[in-house]
């Protein structure tokens, strides 16, 4: 089984910064994508970036130029560093695991997800 645990959210002003953490644990080999989406009260869940094992990654328009996402791959964590935030950044972020391949070699035929960490921004 894999888990997946959020931590660094919280409340913060209007042009603050804040840094995510994701740390995934169980009997993983390697994870392929990992991303970060958000999902503020009544709306949908939404992509933020992404990033693969190799580095590349994706952004949604909205926060272009301000979050940075980034991994570790030997110690299987995601961060997300999050700069000049503003009140419509405020949701429960959620970190996301694709494509992981056991220890064992198998590969995992499911997405993962955590539970979230709220992040606040005050206007």
């Known amino acids: 089984q894999v888990q997946l645990v959020e931590s660094g959210g919280g409340l913060v002003q209007a042009g603050g910064s804040l840094r995510l953490s994701c740390a995934a644990s169980?009997?993983?080999?390697?994870?392929?994508?990992m991303g970060w989406y958000r999902q503020a009260p009544g709306k949908q869940r939404d992509l933020v970036a992404t990033?693969?094992?190799?580095?590349?990654?994706n952004y949604a328009n909205s926060v272009k130029g301000r979050f940075a996402i980034s991994r570790d791959n030997a110690k299987k964590m995601v961060y997300l560093q999050m700069n000049s935030l503003k009140p419509e950044d405020t949701a429960v972020y959620y970190c996301?695991?694709?494509?992981?391949?056991?220890?064992?070699?198998?590969?995992?035929?499911?997405?993962?997800w955590g539970t979230g960490t709220l992040v606040t921004v005050s206007s």
């Open positions: 169980g009997s993983i080999f390697s994870i392929g994508a």
């Open positions: 996301k695991a694709a494509g992981v391949v056991g220890s064992d070699y198998y590969v995992h035929g499911v997405d993962y």
């Open positions: 990033i693969t094992s190799g580095g590349s990654t």
